[in-house]
């Protein structure tokens, strides 16, 4: 069973525990998918939105990647990774995520935070 530990913070909120640490890009690349902003029609007619990213746009993975060919180039974004419990356990000031190989790629639910 692959696993991943990280160096990490827990913090407790009245609405529930939360980690902060970080992790490879090449991990989270490995555990995650992107929940992409999308319409469904309800019963009534209504629309819901669902989801969070942006759809990718072959156009601005483009410009990204002539961006990070510069030497300037920089993320001071946080990205908030929504996993579920049974795939995390906190042991001594470590994050551990483990899963099944079945999994990969499919346990960890992203979106990036803009912190300007």
Excluded: C
């Excluded at 999308?38 to 072959?58: A, F, S, T």
Aim: aromatic share 8%; glycine share 6%; proline share 3%.
């Amino acid at each position: 069973m692959p696993k991943i530990s990280i160096d990490a913070i827990k913090i407790e909120q009245p609405i529930g525990e939360f980690f902060y640490g970080k992790m490879t890009a090449r991990d989270l690349m490995g555990i995650s998918y992107s929940d992409v902003r999308r319409l469904e029609n309800e019963e009534r007619g209504v629309e819901k939105y669902l989801g969070i990213q942006r759809p990718l746009k072959k156009d601005r993975v483009k410009d990204i990647h002539s961006y990070i060919s510069t030497i300037d180039a920089t993320f001071p974004n946080s990205i908030i990774v929504a996993i579920n419990e049974e795939h995390i356990v906190w042991e001594n000031g470590r994050l551990v995520i483990s899963y099944s190989k079945s999994e990969v790629g499919n346990i960890a639910r992203y979106s990036m935070v803009n912190i300007d």
